[in-house]
Protein backbone atom coordinates (compact mmCIF):
# COMPACT_ATOMS: atom_id res chain seq x y z
CA UNK A 1 0.00 0.00 0.00
CA UNK A 2 1.53 3.31 -1.14
CA UNK A 3 -0.07 6.11 2.11
CA UNK A 4 -1.33 9.04 1.01
CA UNK A 5 -0.10 12.53 1.84
CA UNK A 6 -2.96 12.89 4.43
CA UNK A 7 -2.25 11.11 7.77
CA UNK A 8 -4.50 7.70 7.93
CA UNK A 9 -4.95 8.22 12.20
CA UNK A 10 -5.83 11.53 12.86
CA UNK A 11 -4.41 11.50 16.80
CA UNK A 12 -5.77 14.57 18.17
CA UNK A 13 -7.62 17.99 17.48
CA UNK A 14 -10.08 20.46 18.57
CA UNK A 15 -14.38 20.21 18.27
CA UNK A 16 -16.54 22.74 17.07
CA UNK A 17 -17.20 23.80 20.77
CA UNK A 18 -13.55 24.07 21.45
CA UNK A 19 -13.02 20.70 23.49
CA UNK A 20 -9.52 19.05 23.35
CA UNK A 21 -10.19 15.45 21.65
CA UNK A 22 -7.81 12.85 21.11
CA UNK A 23 -7.65 8.70 20.65
CA UNK A 24 -7.37 7.31 23.52
CA UNK A 25 -3.89 5.35 23.22
CA UNK A 26 -4.50 3.58 26.96
CA UNK A 27 -7.50 1.63 24.93
CA UNK A 28 -5.78 0.69 22.11
CA UNK A 29 -5.61 -1.44 20.11
CA UNK A 30 -8.83 -3.15 21.19
CA UNK A 31 -10.92 0.09 21.59
CA UNK A 32 -10.76 3.07 19.53
CA UNK A 33 -12.27 5.69 21.99
CA UNK A 34 -11.97 9.56 21.33
CA UNK A 35 -11.30 11.29 24.62
CA UNK A 36 -12.95 14.41 25.13
CA UNK A 37 -11.25 16.87 27.15
CA UNK A 38 -13.37 19.87 28.24
CA UNK A 39 -11.15 21.65 30.60
CA UNK A 40 -7.43 22.87 30.30
CA UNK A 41 -7.03 19.83 33.68
CA UNK A 42 -9.33 17.65 31.81
CA UNK A 43 -6.19 18.04 29.26
CA UNK A 44 -3.32 18.08 31.45
CA UNK A 45 -4.77 15.26 33.50
CA UNK A 46 -5.25 13.46 29.75
CA UNK A 47 -1.00 13.94 29.59
CA UNK A 48 -0.38 12.91 32.78
CA UNK A 49 -2.11 9.74 32.48
CA UNK A 50 -0.78 8.92 28.94
CA UNK A 51 -4.17 9.45 27.29
CA UNK A 52 -1.77 11.23 25.08
CA UNK A 53 1.84 10.50 24.75
CA UNK A 54 4.59 11.32 22.02
CA UNK A 55 6.71 14.24 22.66
CA UNK A 56 5.36 16.26 19.52
CA UNK A 57 1.97 15.12 20.30
CA UNK A 58 2.10 16.42 24.06
CA UNK A 59 3.00 19.74 23.08
CA UNK A 60 0.05 20.00 20.90
CA UNK A 61 -2.24 18.68 23.28
CA UNK A 62 -0.43 21.17 26.00
CA UNK A 63 -1.10 24.21 23.71
CA UNK A 64 -4.76 23.09 22.76
CA UNK A 65 -5.32 23.51 26.33
CA UNK A 66 -4.35 26.24 27.20
CA UNK A 67 -6.18 27.52 24.29
CA UNK A 68 -9.12 25.83 25.97
CA UNK A 69 -8.58 27.06 29.18
CA UNK A 70 -8.37 30.88 28.22
CA UNK A 71 -11.95 30.59 26.34
CA UNK A 72 -13.27 29.82 29.49
CA UNK A 73 -11.42 32.09 31.86
CA UNK A 74 -13.21 35.81 32.82
CA UNK A 75 -11.80 38.76 31.16
CA UNK A 76 -10.80 39.79 34.65
CA UNK A 77 -9.18 36.94 35.47
CA UNK A 78 -7.43 36.45 31.81
CA UNK A 79 -3.57 37.41 32.58
CA UNK A 80 -3.10 35.15 36.00
CA UNK A 81 -5.48 32.52 34.70
CA UNK A 82 -3.13 32.32 32.04
CA UNK A 83 -0.09 31.90 34.51
CA UNK A 84 -1.77 29.30 35.72
CA UNK A 85 -2.91 27.58 32.58
CA UNK A 86 1.01 27.64 31.89
CA UNK A 87 2.42 26.36 35.44
CA UNK A 88 -0.23 23.64 35.64
CA UNK A 89 0.93 22.28 31.77
CA UNK A 90 4.80 22.21 32.59
CA UNK A 91 3.81 20.00 35.79
CA UNK A 92 2.39 16.88 33.46
CA UNK A 93 5.48 15.82 32.12
CA UNK A 94 9.26 16.59 32.51
CA UNK A 95 10.91 14.93 29.66
CA UNK A 96 9.77 16.09 26.88
CA UNK A 97 11.00 18.99 25.58
CA UNK A 98 7.79 20.11 23.07
CA UNK A 99 5.80 20.57 26.27
CA UNK A 100 8.04 23.17 27.44
CA UNK A 101 8.86 24.59 23.95
CA UNK A 102 4.68 24.87 23.36
CA UNK A 103 4.36 26.34 26.49
CA UNK A 104 6.60 28.98 25.70
CA UNK A 105 5.04 30.02 22.31
CA UNK A 106 2.08 30.53 23.64
CA UNK A 107 3.27 32.72 26.33
CA UNK A 108 5.10 34.44 24.23
CA UNK A 109 2.17 35.01 21.98
CA UNK A 110 -0.25 35.72 24.47
CA UNK A 111 2.92 38.53 26.20
CA UNK A 112 3.02 40.15 23.06
CA UNK A 113 -0.73 40.98 22.09
CA UNK A 114 -2.18 44.35 23.42
CA UNK A 115 -5.67 44.08 22.16
CA UNK A 116 -8.92 42.72 23.98
CA UNK A 117 -9.09 39.70 26.11
CA UNK A 118 -11.42 38.20 23.43
CA UNK A 119 -8.59 38.78 20.30
CA UNK A 120 -6.20 37.04 22.97
CA UNK A 121 -8.28 34.17 22.83
CA UNK A 122 -8.68 33.94 19.21
CA UNK A 123 -5.26 34.40 18.96
CA UNK A 124 -4.04 31.81 21.05
CA UNK A 125 -6.52 29.36 19.11
CA UNK A 126 -4.79 29.93 16.30
CA UNK A 127 -1.08 29.38 17.96
CA UNK A 128 -2.24 26.03 18.92
CA UNK A 129 -3.52 25.30 15.43
CA UNK A 130 -0.04 26.46 14.08
CA UNK A 131 1.67 24.65 16.68
CA UNK A 132 -0.41 21.40 14.81
CA UNK A 133 -0.39 22.47 11.53
CA UNK A 134 3.25 22.61 11.51
CA UNK A 135 4.02 19.66 13.07
CA UNK A 136 2.17 17.84 10.64
CA UNK A 137 3.92 19.41 7.72
CA UNK A 138 7.60 18.72 9.58
CA UNK A 139 6.82 15.51 10.51
CA UNK A 140 6.34 14.63 6.44
CA UNK A 141 9.08 16.90 5.82
CA UNK A 142 11.30 14.95 8.05
CA UNK A 143 9.67 11.55 6.39
CA UNK A 144 11.36 12.36 3.02
CA UNK A 145 14.60 13.27 4.18
CA UNK A 146 14.80 10.21 6.42
CA UNK A 147 13.50 7.84 3.25
CA UNK A 148 17.21 8.30 1.73
CA UNK A 149 19.08 6.45 4.27
CA UNK A 150 16.24 3.42 3.86
CA UNK A 151 16.97 0.83 1.40
CA UNK A 152 14.56 -0.72 -0.96
CA UNK A 153 13.92 -3.91 1.11
CA UNK A 154 15.20 -2.89 4.53
CA UNK A 155 14.42 -4.54 7.50
CA UNK A 156 13.89 -2.47 10.28
CA UNK A 157 13.28 -2.35 13.96
CA UNK A 158 12.06 0.17 15.74
CA UNK A 159 11.62 1.10 19.74
CA UNK A 160 8.23 2.15 21.30
CA UNK A 161 6.07 4.12 19.06
CA UNK A 162 7.17 7.33 17.23
CA UNK A 163 4.49 7.59 14.86
CA UNK A 164 1.16 9.49 14.08
CA UNK A 165 -0.31 8.61 17.59
CA UNK A 166 2.90 10.43 18.87
CA UNK A 167 2.60 13.46 16.69
CA UNK A 168 -0.25 15.68 15.22
CA UNK A 169 -0.15 12.87 12.46
CA UNK A 170 2.20 11.07 9.82
CA UNK A 171 4.98 10.62 12.77
CA UNK A 172 8.43 10.78 13.13
CA UNK A 173 10.62 7.62 13.20
CA UNK A 174 7.45 5.80 11.19
CA UNK A 175 6.69 8.92 9.42
CA UNK A 176 10.16 8.54 7.84
CA UNK A 177 9.15 4.86 7.29
CA UNK A 178 5.32 5.98 5.61
CA UNK A 179 7.59 8.31 3.65
CA UNK A 180 10.18 5.17 2.27
CA UNK A 181 7.00 3.14 1.26
CA UNK A 182 4.91 6.21 -0.61
CA UNK A 183 8.74 6.74 -2.36
CA UNK A 184 7.39 2.51 -3.84
CA UNK A 185 10.58 1.03 -1.45
CA UNK A 186 9.71 -2.21 0.17
CA UNK A 187 10.32 -2.64 3.79
CA UNK A 188 9.48 -5.16 6.62
CA UNK A 189 9.30 -2.88 10.17
CA UNK A 190 10.26 -5.24 13.70
CA UNK A 191 8.63 -3.67 16.34
CA UNK A 192 9.54 -3.67 20.10
CA UNK A 193 7.01 -4.42 22.06
CA UNK A 194 8.71 -1.31 24.63
CA UNK A 195 7.88 -2.39 28.29
CA UNK A 196 6.34 -1.30 30.60
CA UNK A 197 3.73 0.81 28.54
CA UNK A 198 3.90 -1.78 25.98
CA UNK A 199 3.92 1.05 23.45
CA UNK A 200 5.65 -1.13 20.55
CA UNK A 201 3.10 -3.84 20.53
CA UNK A 202 -0.48 -1.31 21.17
CA UNK A 203 0.66 1.40 18.87
CA UNK A 204 3.08 0.94 16.73
CA UNK A 205 1.54 -2.37 15.70
CA UNK A 206 -1.89 -1.03 15.16
CA UNK A 207 -0.45 1.64 12.95
CA UNK A 208 1.76 -0.08 11.17
CA UNK A 209 -1.01 -3.06 10.29
CA UNK A 210 -3.63 -0.48 9.98
CA UNK A 211 -1.08 1.02 7.07
CA UNK A 212 -0.98 -1.78 5.66
CA UNK A 213 2.80 -1.84 6.29
CA UNK A 214 4.18 -4.94 6.95
CA UNK A 215 5.24 -5.40 10.97
CA UNK A 216 6.57 -8.01 13.55
CA UNK A 217 5.97 -8.08 16.61
CA UNK A 218 8.79 -9.30 19.12
CA UNK A 219 9.85 -9.19 22.86
CA UNK A 220 12.39 -6.59 23.96
CA UNK A 221 15.00 -8.86 24.84
CA UNK A 222 14.72 -10.85 21.34
CA UNK A 223 16.06 -7.65 19.52
CA UNK A 224 19.97 -8.59 20.45
CA UNK A 225 19.57 -12.13 18.59
CA UNK A 226 17.68 -10.61 15.88
CA UNK A 227 20.15 -8.09 14.89
CA UNK A 228 23.22 -11.05 15.51
CA UNK A 229 21.36 -13.29 13.36
CA UNK A 230 21.35 -10.55 10.61
CA UNK A 231 17.87 -9.95 11.18
CA UNK A 232 18.06 -6.16 10.85
CA UNK A 233 19.39 -3.31 8.36
CA UNK A 234 18.53 -0.43 10.15
CA UNK A 235 17.21 0.86 13.57
CA UNK A 236 14.80 4.25 13.59
CA UNK A 237 13.63 5.82 16.66
CA UNK A 238 12.17 8.91 17.69
CA UNK A 239 13.34 11.56 20.58
CA UNK A 240 11.74 13.06 23.54
CA UNK A 241 14.46 15.75 23.76
CA UNK A 242 18.02 15.87 21.69
CA UNK A 243 20.80 18.15 23.13
CA UNK A 244 24.00 19.51 21.89
CA UNK A 245 26.24 17.17 21.36
CA UNK A 246 23.71 14.54 20.17
CA UNK A 247 22.89 12.87 23.47
CA UNK A 248 19.46 11.63 22.78
CA UNK A 249 16.43 10.88 25.63
CA UNK A 250 13.97 8.30 23.86
CA UNK A 251 11.86 5.80 25.81
CA UNK A 252 13.09 3.46 28.37
CA UNK A 253 15.27 0.39 25.86
CA UNK A 254 16.42 2.65 23.11
CA UNK A 255 19.78 2.46 24.46
CA UNK A 256 19.94 -0.98 24.59
CA UNK A 257 18.50 -1.01 21.17
CA UNK A 258 21.35 1.55 19.88
CA UNK A 259 24.49 -0.50 21.88
CA UNK A 260 23.03 -3.77 19.99
CA UNK A 261 23.47 -1.63 16.62
CA UNK A 262 26.97 -0.38 17.61
CA UNK A 263 28.22 -3.73 18.55
CA UNK A 264 26.90 -5.31 14.85
CA UNK A 265 28.06 -2.15 12.64
CA UNK A 266 24.31 -1.31 11.85
CA UNK A 267 22.83 2.50 11.33
CA UNK A 268 20.86 3.82 14.28
CA UNK A 269 18.37 6.66 13.41
CA UNK A 270 17.06 9.21 15.37
CA UNK A 271 13.79 11.06 13.96
CA UNK A 272 13.47 14.47 15.96
CA UNK A 273 11.41 17.48 14.92
CA UNK A 274 13.52 20.60 15.90
CA UNK A 275 11.27 21.92 17.91
CA UNK A 276 12.61 18.37 20.49
CA UNK A 277 16.19 19.74 20.15
CA UNK A 278 17.18 21.30 23.46
CA UNK A 279 20.50 23.12 22.50
CA UNK A 280 20.97 24.50 25.85
CA UNK A 281 21.59 21.26 27.68
CA UNK A 282 25.19 20.74 26.31
CA UNK A 283 24.79 16.69 27.26
CA UNK A 284 22.44 14.41 28.49
CA UNK A 285 23.56 13.95 32.08
CA UNK A 286 20.99 17.17 32.58
CA UNK A 287 18.22 15.96 30.80
CA UNK A 288 15.68 15.01 33.47
CA UNK A 289 14.69 11.59 33.58
CA UNK A 290 10.98 10.79 34.52
CA UNK A 291 10.15 8.21 36.78
CA UNK A 292 6.65 6.92 36.73
CA UNK A 293 4.26 4.50 38.91
CA UNK A 294 5.74 1.39 40.28
CA UNK A 295 2.42 -0.33 38.90
CA UNK A 296 3.43 -0.15 35.37
CA UNK A 297 5.65 -2.58 35.85
CA UNK A 298 3.94 -5.04 38.69
CA UNK A 299 1.12 -4.83 35.94
CA UNK A 300 0.37 -5.61 32.16
CA UNK A 301 -2.41 -3.23 31.40
CA UNK A 302 -3.90 -3.77 35.03
CA UNK A 303 -2.79 -7.47 35.44
CA UNK A 304 -1.05 -8.42 37.86
CA UNK A 305 2.54 -10.50 36.72
CA UNK A 306 4.65 -9.69 39.90
CA UNK A 307 4.51 -9.91 44.10
CA UNK A 308 2.40 -6.82 44.91
CA UNK A 309 4.19 -5.12 47.52
CA UNK A 310 8.01 -5.38 45.58
CA UNK A 311 10.13 -2.19 44.53
CA UNK A 312 10.48 -1.09 40.94
CA UNK A 313 12.74 0.94 39.76
CA UNK A 314 10.38 2.40 36.41
CA UNK A 315 12.75 5.63 34.57
CA UNK A 316 10.27 6.26 31.99
CA UNK A 317 13.42 7.13 29.35
CA UNK A 318 16.91 6.63 29.02
CA UNK A 319 19.78 8.54 27.56
CA UNK A 320 21.45 7.28 23.68
CA UNK A 321 25.39 9.07 23.87
CA UNK A 322 25.64 10.46 20.77
CA UNK A 323 28.46 8.63 19.93
CA UNK A 324 25.94 5.39 19.12
CA UNK A 325 23.81 7.78 16.54
CA UNK A 326 24.68 7.50 12.99
CA UNK A 327 22.52 10.31 11.79
CA UNK A 328 19.90 12.79 13.71
CA UNK A 329 17.00 13.02 10.76
CA UNK A 330 15.16 16.67 11.06
CA UNK A 331 12.57 18.47 8.78
CA UNK A 332 16.04 20.82 7.59
CA UNK A 333 17.81 18.43 6.98
CA UNK A 334 20.50 15.30 8.13
CA UNK A 335 22.64 15.95 10.76
CA UNK A 336 25.81 14.12 11.51
CA UNK A 337 28.57 13.87 14.32
CA UNK A 338 29.94 16.03 15.73
CA UNK A 339 26.54 17.00 16.48
CA UNK A 340 27.35 20.42 17.95
CA UNK A 341 28.31 21.62 14.66
CA UNK A 342 25.64 20.04 12.59
CA UNK A 343 22.26 20.60 14.81
CA UNK A 344 22.50 24.42 15.54
CA UNK A 345 22.34 25.51 11.62
CA UNK A 346 18.75 22.98 11.60
CA UNK A 347 17.92 24.26 14.51
CA UNK A 348 17.84 28.04 13.47
CA UNK A 349 16.50 26.67 10.15
CA UNK A 350 13.59 25.08 11.91
CA UNK A 351 13.31 28.32 14.00
CA UNK A 352 12.93 30.85 11.04
CA UNK A 353 10.63 28.25 9.39
CA UNK A 354 8.25 28.41 12.20
CA UNK A 355 8.83 32.53 12.24
CA UNK A 356 7.71 32.22 8.59
CA UNK A 357 4.39 30.30 8.69
Not at 137 to 152: E, Y
Not at 287 to 306: L, N, S, W, Y
Request: net charge negative; proline share 6%.
Amino acid sequence: MKPQAQPSIHPLWRDAQGRVVMIDQTLLPHQEVHHVCASAEDTARAIETMVVRGAPAIGVAAAMGIALGASQLADAELAEGLAGLYARMARTRPTAVNLFWAIDRMRAAAEAHQGTPGALRDLLDREAQAIFDEDFLANQAMGDHGAALVPDGARILTHCNAGALATAGWGTALGVIRSAVREGKRVHVYADETRPFLQGSRLTAWELMRDEIPVTLLADNAAGHLIASGGIDLAIVGTDRTVLNGDVANKIGTYQVAVLCHRHGIPFYVAAPTSTLDLTLEDGRAIPIEERAADEVRTAMGHPIAPTDVPVYNPSFDVTPAELVSAIITEQGIARAPYARSLPPLAEAGRRARLRA
